[in-house]
Every structure is written in C-alpha cells, then in structure tokens.
C-alpha cells in the first residue's frame, strides 16, 4: 500500500522532508514582499478561517471558481453543495466544466461556514474523483474477489436473503444504514426495513449520540441542539464538556471563537486530555476519565451553595430540581476531587464564572455519550443549564455537536432499531399512522413481520450485532439468528470489541457492503465466499436533502453524473424492493424514473408524515430557495434580512410547523417563549402527559402557575401550562371551528370515519357545521398534532398562540429510566477498585433482544495487570472508520501513522520513547501495534487512541485482502480493537471513553 502521497510527505512546521520547503512556506514566500489582505490569503491558499489541520492540502482544488473560468474555454456551472464529513453544514461551491468536477471552493455566502473550510472539507473533491473509489459492483468467490453485473449481485443477494427470510424470519437479516445519506434515502431506507419486515436496522448514531438523545429527549422534550452554531456569537460564556471541536467539528471553533474574542466570553473545556480545544480555553477543567457527573453535580453544588441558581426560571419553568438537589448535597468538594481528582477551589471558579456570565452555552460530544451512564451524563448537563436559566435563551442553550453529516437528519428519519420516523416510537397507533402515510394497510405492514410482538419490540442496535450471530439461539429473544449482514455507508471499524466481531463476521452466511469506497468491514473474519461490494454514488452524484447539527435542513444540488457503475443509494434500494417484491407497494405515491425513485416525492412524503418534529413544511422548493438565497441571511441570527425569503430563518431548522403554504419561519432556538410560536418561539414540550407518577409526588408537571409570563410564549391566548394539542381539546375550546372543510374530514379519516381519504378540491376552505353523530366528539378527539395528516390541529393552535405540542415544565426526573435522577457508576473497567463498592454499575439485565452484562464485568479485578485507563476519539484529518478519508491522499498525507498518546511518566515506566512502537493491550484480549506520542496532553495513567485506522489487525497487514486498487493510502490498527465491553442502560450505546489497558515496549 502506499504510504505517502510525495517524497514530501506531511508538511510539517513550513519545512518539507530532507529539509526542502514545505508547501506552506513556497506558499508565503509567493507572497511575502505583497500586499495581500486576508480574504485574498484565504482564497489563493485554501486555508480554513480557523486554521486548523490545513498543512499539505491541495491547494490547486480549492480556489475561485473565476479563476478557472477566465483560463479556459468553455462554460463552468456552480453547483452548490454540502460537505460529507461532519455535521457543521459548510457549504460547498463545486466547479463543473462538461460534466467533470474540476475544482472548488467554501461558500463566502453561506451562514454556516462563511467561506472556511477545516482540512476534510477542502480535500472534498477527492470523495468523488478518488482513485481508490469502488468502482463495479464485486463478489468474493473461493477468496479472490470477481467482477459482477448490477442485475447478477441484485439477484444473487436477493435470492439468499429470501432463502434465509424463508427459513429464519425476517429478523434474520441486519439492515445497517447511514448517516452519510440524503435524508429521502435515510426515509428510504427504514421504510425499506419496515416493507421487509424487521426492526433489526440502526446507523451511526447509535454509537455517538442516542444517549444524547434519549436524554435531553426525556428532559425537555426534543433530542436535538437547542440553538446553533451562529448564535454561540451571542454567548458571554461557553463551557464544553467532553467535546474537542477543533479538531472534530474545526469550523465550529470559528464561531466559539468569536463569542470569545468579541464578548471577552470564558470558555471553559472540561476534559481529562490537553486537546486543542483546551489550549484555546480561559480554563481547562482536567477529571479522571469517566467521573463527569461528579464534576458536573460539583460545579452545581457550588451554585446551590451560594444562591447563583435562577429562582425565578427554575419556579415557573422546571420540575424535580429539588429531588436532584438531595443528590448534589452528597458531592462535596472533598468528595468530588476524592472520585474525580478536580480540586473544589477550581469547580467553585467555574461556577462562579458560569453565574456571572450569563448566558452561558454548555456544548458536548461523545465524550460525554459514550458511556455506560451516557443517558446520565447527558441528562445531568441540560440539569446544569436548566439551574442556570440559560435555556430558551439566544446565547444559552445545550449546543450538540454532530459527527456525521446528516447523523442528525438521519436519526430522525427513523434509521433506529427503536422507532419509526420521526420519533413515532413502535406502538401500534404509530404503526397505524406510517401505514396511513404510506398508503398501505396495517395489517399488509404486519403481514411482513415475523409476528405483531417483534414488530412493536426494538430490534438489536449496531453496537451489539454480532452477538445475534454469536450467542446461541435461545440467548436472543428472536426466532434465529442473525444470518445476513448488509453495511450500507458504514465501516465496522468505529465499533467496540472488534476480536468479537471476527468470529461473527466468519459466521454470517452473507456479508454486504454498500459505500463508495471499501471499509474495514471487507477485512473481517475468515471469509471466502459470500461477500459482496456494491458501489454506491457519493453523495455529490445524487441530490437531496441533509440536516445540520443545529437542524438547519440544506439541499444538495447534485454535482455530477454517478462514476463507474456506482448507482445512488436510493437507486439500489429500488432494486431490492423489486427483488423482494414489495416495490409497487413501498414507491405507491413516489415517481420511479427508470431505476431512480424521484427525490422530490420522497422529501413531499416525509413533509406528509413528520408532525412529531415539524419537518412538514419544509418542502423541496422552500429548501431549494434556502440554498438560492444564502446571502440574505444574517451570519448570526440565520434570519433572513429581506428579500423573498425576509424572515425566515436559514435551512427551516425545525421545527417548521404545519404545512409548507403556512411558511413558518423554522425554529432558530428551542424553548425560547419570548418569540410568538408563528414566529419560531417555544415553550418546553408536554411530552409525559400532565403528570409525573405517585412514586415521585403526583405533582401537575404542565407550566402552570406562571403569572410572570415566563414559560409561555409571546401572543399565547393560553396565558399558562396545558397539553398537548388534541381534536378533543379543540372542540373544548371552541377553536376547531377555524378548521377548513378538509382539515376536518381528513380529521374524521383519520379517525376511522370515513373509508377514503379526502381530497382537498373534494372540499371546501369552510369548516361543515352541519348534523354530527352524538358521539362525534369521542371518535375524532383522539386525533392529536401527531396523527393529523391535514396539519389543521397544527395550524388552528399556532393561530391562538400556542404550540402544538402543549406546554410543560422542563423534568429533572426522568422515572422511566434506570436511574430517575443522575448519579454516578464506576466504568466496567476501572483502576479505582476503592470506588467500586461506593459507586457500582448496574445488575446484570437485558435489553433489545439480549442479556446486558454489568456487575458481572466490573466484579472481575483488572486493575493490576492492566492499570492504564484508556479512552478513544478523533482526529482533524480522519473520520468515522476512515474508508473515503485514509483513500483520500491529501488527508492520508497529514496523519501517516496510527498512535498512542502516552504520558512520559507511563513511556518512562515501560521504556517507551516518543516514535517508538509500542504494543497495547487490552483485558479482553485483543492488543495493538502502535506509534508512541508522549505528551503532558493525558495525565499520569491515561492512555488516548483514535480509532479511524484499518488495514492491519492485531500486528497483521491485512489490507491486501482488498480488491485491487482500494482501500487504505495508509494502514494502521483500529484503537477499536482494544476498546471493552460496556453499553449504556438505556440505548446501549458503547464505552470508549473509559477502558484500561497496558503498555510495552514492542
């Protein structure tokens, strides 16, 4: 394999290799002697606005697109895109001359990434044109791979699938999907899931964020990024914890850093590594790996200690803070730096500081999700915001930061083992209203199941899988095993337990890969026949919609035609349907040209079915506007500031209420009451009824009671707490005479009243008033904002001021989860053998289809042998299982070699050197060969890894079990490999944030 794009090599302090100029020094010395502003710097080299990771980038594909134009013949388009790699939402200017993609540049126009681009996004290009792509679709036949026709690989997939639906059930076959799709082909493709008959389908979110949001979720009542990314400009303080955007989300520290620098905001970094997030903090905060809620009720216990909580918020807005408050009185200072290490004088500063520097931003990312007390963590940090009264407010908000680019959109298309779109769950009425939406019967979707128990039972989330393979039949609380595997847009590498995996790899009757470029999944397990490589179109050869980390919803317009015989993703899910013979059923109200279902009428069934989140009105044409008209939005509010799109707010974050002829603006920042709710305005939402239970005081937990006026929003004519919005509560009110004609009939269809659904040039705009049967009221009551197909019940609440979804008072207790209030639980695998007895995990139990185990491991004493604590994360360069960027060899040349960060008293110990190799091993059996970096960066006894890295396993070069002419410019062992048992209590979602392991010299 190739190891270096050039004899040059990474460019490295200015200098290259064998002490010849490096790239950025013949840069500057192109210029030095010149006037030259900045913006004339930015656009000759290419250089991100933040500066990070942008040495050896090629600097040729970034660039003007006049520049091209003026030297050559012929027209060039722009097309306007958005980049693949993380979920910021930089916008992406592509030159195209006669159908090929001849360079790029950042959007200048876009609010999200006002013209910079991190290293990833100026390497894009490379995604499509890459020479390592996959280019025709291949089989593995006796352990050689062949070429293979598209209609020979559907046919011969589909058969076996079939083969083994027949003989095992439905949920024999894994559907593993994507955040790296469209949010039509993310729709698709659980759509798909639903027409074969499983829940046994998830994608990357959840080993990120599904405890994320589970959490926040269950605090306030959506389980997204509550502002943006732009309104952090307004912050005058900013805490992140876990979380190291510089290098996972670079463009994102443009906007923190200019809160910083404009409002002399702290920002305060709590993290137990020096990262280079950190080094751009006014305060790092540095705990043991693994002890973020004792950190986070410390800080708290400080506020409470003082009076620095927001009374008044907290009275009108928030229910439970007091039953927290017994269990923050038990951290004391003492007791906090006893478990984390974080002196108490430094936390009493913290909190201080976040007192006096309202609003305050609290921002995390997966060091706060990925562990087994996730769900804690994440419910445990909005607690922080909510005593602080920084939420509903510009400047304030949890700030979410996303890893994928559309793993937001796609987690709430529904691509979960858990639910269905939207967030609809997996009950029957759910069922019932998709079924509605799809224009099938109920009982042809059941049909397709197994039995109605597995189709309302979760399925098995990726990061547990191969253990439907692995344990024996009676252990899964399924009919069979798992049989099947298809990895569509996702690379096994970025899962936990990798030498498990082997063996379930080796076990799978049929392996299929689905991706532009071949991942690490190709590599594992001892397979020889069975395999199968299908090329899928990058995301730059189809179109669609993707939504921001802070739900702002962009459309791609498609660059270029799909090269090779790569096919959309849509496009091959069209395929199968009409293998598996569902797909005259599964496209009834979407076009199908050719092959390629049409992308409009996608986007238009997801706006017929999203009332949950509000994706309704946001319609392809208002999206396509969005992109049209970037430059009328202003860079820090997102507000449109005239012209045709004047008070909208940019990419429609949803919620955007109703249906797209109501043009809401979208909602900028959740929760915020001081704007009217027709206006993007919010109080927090009645999601768990009016109650909380007898166990937890019975107490009415709407936001009632508020004769200030501060949970309900502006122009509300319910000037107090109430429920979500029914046809029950309409006629209450007397407001479902403001229904049209059609709204109520679709109304009373949905309510079994009529056999079909109406049309709307079958009635008229004014509401029937006529005879009614005696128990109308009861049959269409039931009928809510969720289920209602005409968007009336939306529509009529926001007319009197109110949001649909009611309004409540956010919980700090959430009952239904194993632990109601946030505590503290030792990792699995800990050093500290001394908390254990004080802090234990949880008893052993079971969950989506399997056992859990948790005191059973951390009964088991590893300490000794394996006294390092070891944690995973990213890096600038690479991303997620690193299959496009390692094939990419702009971004291959920047990071040649996979590492451990190790502290010098650790290298000392085991006689390690920085640059030496050293192996890394793991409890659980698997080791490592990797670089040593010693750095101050990890405390003594701390141990850091990323995990992009593939192509070697336990010391073995296997990269050249690849096709030729794929995979990897640069191989390395996946820290994965390493990475323990460990998934949080309530998603499952997997530990790498907190492991141990040992060091040696190799």
């Known amino acids: 394999m190739l190891r270096k794009k050039s004899e040059q090599g990474a460019d490295r302090a200015g200098q290259g290799r064998n002490g010849t100029p490096g790239r950025m020094t013949r840069l500057l010395s192109d210029v030095a002697g010149a006037a030259i502003d900045r913006r004339s710097f930015l656009k000759r080299s290419g250089l991100a606005a933040t500066g990070l990771g942008l040495a050896g980038l090629p600097f040729s594909h970034v660039r003007k697109a006049q520049a091209a134009s003026e030297n050559s013949s012929g027209a060039v388009e722009m097309k306007t895109s958005v980049c693949t790699f993380c979920a910021v939402g930089c916008t992406v200017k592509a030159e195209v001359k006669g159908g090929v993609w001849i360079g790029q540049e950042p959007a200048f126009d876009s609010p999200i990434n006002i013209g910079a681009h991190c290293a990833k996004g100026a390497a894009i290009r490379d995604e499509t044109i890459g020479e390592r792509r996959l280019k025709q679709p291949m089989k593995l036949v006796d352990g050689k791979w062949q070429a293979i026709s598209w209609d020979d690989a559907i046919n011969e997939i589909g058969d076996e699938m079939l083969k083994i639906r027949q003989e095992s059930g439905p949920d024999s076959v894994y559907w593993l999907g994507s955040a790296k799709v469209s949010n039509e082909q993310g729709y698709l493709y659980r759509k798909f899931a639903a027409f074969w008959g499983s829940n046994n389908v998830d994608h990357q979110a959840r080993i990120c964020h599904s405890s994320t949001v589970a959490g926040v979720a269950n605090t306030w009542g959506y389980g997204a990024m509550t502002n943006s990314f732009n309104d952090m400009h307004n912050s005058r303080g900013i805490i992140t914890f876990g979380g190291n955007p510089a290098e996972a989300h670079p463009v994102s520290m443009m906007h923190i850093l200019r809160a910083k620098e404009r409002n002399n905001a702290p920002f305060i970094v709590v993290d137990p590594r020096f990262t280079r997030t950190a080094a751009h903090a006014t305060e790092h905060v540095q705990p043991r790996p693994g002890t973020d809620i004792p950190v986070i009720w410390g800080i708290l216990w400080h506020i409470f200690e003082n009076g620095w909580e927001d009374k008044e918020f907290i009275r009108a807005r928030v229910w439970g803070l007091d039953d927290v408050r017994k269990e923050i009185a038990k951290w004391t200072p003492e007791e906090v730096e006893r478990v984390s290490g974080v002196p108490g004088s430094q936390l009493r500063r913290v909190a201080r500081t976040l007192a006096q520097s309202k609003p305050v931003c609290l921002t995390w990312t997966l060091g706060m999700t990925q562990h087994t007390i996730g769900n804690n963590n994440t419910r445990a940090m909005p607690i922080l915001q909510l005593a602080l009264g920084n939420i509903g407010k510009s400047g304030g908000g949890t700030n979410i930061f996303r890893g994928h680019d559309n793993v937001q959109g796609c987690t709430d298309m529904g691509v979960l083992c858990d639910t269905l779109p939207a967030y609809y769950g997996l009950t029957e009425g759910a069922w019932k209203h998709w079924a509605r939406v799809w224009g099938v019967s109920y009982d042809y979707l059941a049909g397709r199941f197994a039995s109605r128990e597995l189709m309302e039972a979760a399925g098995t989330p ?523 209590s309530v998603t499952n979602i997997q530990e790498n944030k907190v492991s141990i392991c040992r060091i040696r010299a190799a």
């Open 462 to 984: 990726i990061s547990r899988w191969y253990e439907l393979v692995n344990m024996s039949k009676d252990e899964i609380d399924q009919p069979d095993n798992l049989r099947a595997m298809v990895f569509w847009g996702h690379s096994v590498n970025s899962l936990t337990r990798l030498p498990a995996q082997q063996d379930a790899f080796t076990k799978l009757d049929l392996l299929v890969i689905v991706d532009p470029y071949v991942p690490a999944s190709a590599l594992m397990g001892e397979r020889k026949n069975g395999t199968y490589l299908l090329p899928a179109a990058s995301q730059f050869e189809t179109y669609g919609a993707v939504t921001a980390s802070n739900r702002s919803i962009q459309w791609r317009e498609k660059v270029v035609e799909p090269l090779f015989e790569s096919r959309p993703d849509h496009t091959i899910m069209h395929l199968f349907a009409k293998k598996f013979g569902f797909a005259d059923e599964m496209f009834k109200n979407i076009a199908v040209n050719g092959e390629e279902p049409l992308i409009e009428d996608i986007t238009r069934e997801i706006n017929r079915g999203f009332w949950t989140i509000g994706y309704t009105g946001a319609s392809p044409e208002r999206l396509k506007e969005h992109m049209k008209y970037a430059h009328t939005f202003d860079k820090t509010t997102l507000r449109a500031n005239g012209g045709p799109l004047d008070g909208e707010y940019y990419g429609l974050p949803w919620p955007v209420w109703g249906t797209p002829e109501m043009k809401h603006p979208g909602s900028p920042n959740l929760y915020d009451p001081s704007k009217p709710v027709a206006e993007g305005g919010l109080p927090f939402r009645a999601r768990y009824g009016v109650n909380a239970p007898q166990d937890w005081g019975g107490a009415n937990i709407l936001a009632e009671g508020d004769e200030e006026g501060v949970s309900y929003t502006v122009g509300s004519e319910i000037r107090d707490g109430y429920p979500e919005f029914t046809m029950a509560m309409l006629i209450k009110l007397g407001w479902d005479r403001d229904l049209t004609s059609y709204e109520r009939r679709m109304i009373e269809w949905v309510a079994g009243m009529h056999d079909a659904e109406p049309g709307k040039e079958e009635v008229g705009e004014a509401s029937e008033q006529g005879e009614r049967p005696s128990d109308y009221d009861t049959k269409v009551g039931g009928v809510n904002w969720k289920t209602d197909l005409s968007g009336g019940i939306q529509r009529v609440a926001i007319k009197h001021g109110c949001a649909p979804y009611g309004n409540a008072k956010a919980r700090c207790v959430v009952w239904t989860f194993p632990d109601p209030i946030p505590i503290h639980r030792e990792p699995l695998y800990t050093p500290r053998r001394d908390l254990v007895a004080d802090y234990p995990t949880y008893p052993d139990t079971r969950r989506f289809r399997l056992p859990v185990k948790y005191a059973s491991i951390q009964n088991q004493d590893h300490s000794r042998e394996f006294p390092l604590v070891l944690s995973s994360g990213c890096l600038v360069e690479m991303e997620g299982g690193g299959a496009k960027s390692f094939a990419n060899p702009w971004l291959a040349e920047l990071q040649q070699d996979m590492f451990a960060q190790v502290n010098p008293r650790d290298a000392n110990n085991a006689n390690v050197q920085n640059g030496d190799m050293m192996m890394l091993e793991s409890p659980e059996g698997g080791s490592i060969k990797v670089m040593a970096r010693v750095t101050e960066a990890v405390a003594p006894g701390n141990i850091w890894i990323p995990y992009h890295f593939y192509g070697r396993f336990e010391g073995e070069d296997i990269a050249a079990k690849l096709p030729q002419g794929t995979g990897p410019y640069v191989v390395g062992e996946s820290g994965n490999i390493t990475l323990t048992y460990g998934y949080d």
